[in-house]
């Protein structure tokens, strides 16, 4: 979670007592700083992705707790214990968030309520990335309502903007004394055009301009950098070519440290590029296809990224473990962590434990394993 550090001067009240005078000033009292951490851990979830059935969900959530409303907090539940143990947690909002009353629509023109944002602040979720092929499907209004209910609850924000001031102000925050960035960018638009003249409304993929923004976020005292990409090709576990090419143009510039994707609405394969890690694909977190659709579809995974201080700072990933979910559709649309479930003797025990060997295969399809990446295979709270 992202901590912020403050010194707190404790000053001792004046008066004219002669004996206080003669003992002189009291010495201000600083209060220790906490000690700069030589690690850092960074979780990252996929696509918060919601469809009309999933609204639903969350609408009988709310109801059965006699609130209005609705409430993902208990679909989301199976992964506030691997999120809240990161130093910071990265989310992905997919789509434009409101009205408060909807109507609230799915394909091919989403959007959610707007109290999916507060379910991923009190996740643990501390930044989030807006630009994806959905950004613009209620236009500049859908960004600008989006962006304000994210300040609302006071979750982070990049790729997306209100203003070219907002757009040129890289994403840079404190977490325990360490300064990370995250920017983010994304493919496509589904042929919506942005505004004229407003090009910095949303984040459209140029390396050039990745690569720019990188740099300002290195200026701006970013000693991490993170870009979280909505690429890639739907449906296809294997990382496509484009996404490899992109991957290694990013990683080789020094300003770049980590890249995390979305998009492919399944989980796709991490790999160790040089020094530095890319994961591919983290599949889609909250989702609710129709029954029926091929069981990969409700896949994910949820990261977390251990950097070490390798030169003053200078950082480095020295260790990835990848945390295997799965949003179980029945009898209530729940996020399953794979790990726990596996062994739990439930009578799914068995189905999430091949559920489980299968993410596995994804997340190692281009050789992350002997690259030293760990798939989760116990509680999140050992």
């Known amino acids: 979670m992202i901590v912020s550090i403050a010194l707190v001067l404790l000053l001792p009240a004046c008066g004219d007592d002669d004996e206080n005078d003669a003992a002189g000033p009291a010495t201000p009292t600083v209060s220790p700083s906490p000690a700069r951490p030589t690690t850092l851990t960074v979780a990252a979830a996929g696509d918060l992705f919601v469809q009309p059935e999933l609204v639903a969900q969350a609408q009988a959530d709310a109801r059965a707790a006699g609130e209005p409303g609705y409430d993902f907090g208990p679909i989301m539940a199976a992964i506030v214990p691997a999120i809240q ?4 947690a990265v989310c992905h909002v997919e789509q434009p968030l409101g009205p408060e009353r909807g109507p609230f629509t799915g394909f091919p023109i989403f959007n959610s309520p707007v109290q999916l944002a507060d379910a991923a602040a009190r996740t643990g979720f501390d930044t989030c990335s807006t630009a994806s092929n959905h950004t613009l499907d209620y236009g500049p209004a859908g960004v600008t309502r989006t962006l304000d209910h994210l300040d609302r609850v006071r979750l982070r924000h990049t790729g997306s903007a209100r203003s070219a001031k907002e757009a040129a102000t890289p994403n840079v925050f404190d977490v325990r004394g360490v300064t990370v960035a995250q920017l983010s960018y994304t493919f496509s638009f589904n042929g919506i055009d942005r505004p004229p003249g407003q ?15 990188a740099k300002r976020a290195r200026a701006a005292g ?11 090709t739907e449906y296809q576990n294997e990382a496509d070519v484009g996404q490899v090419g992109l991957a290694g143009q990013l990683l080789a510039s020094p300003d770049v440290d980590l890249i995390i994707g979305m998009h492919a609405h399944v989980v796709q394969p991490f790999e160790k590029i040089g020094d530095k890690w890319v994961a591919y694909g983290l599949g889609n977190l909250l989702v609710r296809f129709q029954d029926g659709s091929p069981e990969n579809t409700a896949d994910s995974v949820l990261p977390t990224f251990t950097f070490a201080e390798v030169a003053p700072r200078s950082w480095r990933v020295t260790g990835v473990e990848v945390r295997p979910i799965f949003m179980d559709y029945h009898p209530k649309a729940r996020l399953v962590d794979l790990a726990t479930a596996r062994t739990g003797g439930g009578p799914r025990a068995a189905d999430y434990g091949r559920i489980h060997k299968r993410i596995s295969g994804y997340v190692n399809m281009r050789g992350a394993a002997s690259a030293g990446l760990h798939i989760a295979d116990r509680p999140a709270t050992d």
Do not use: M, T
Request: hydrophobic residues 65%.
């Open 85 to 88: 143990a990161a130093d910071v």
């Open 199 to 213: 090009a910095w409304i949303a984040n459209l993929i140029d390396p050039k301009a990745i690569l720019a923004e």
């Open 222 to 232: 970013a000693e991490i950098v993170i870009v979280s990409l909505h690429w890639g």
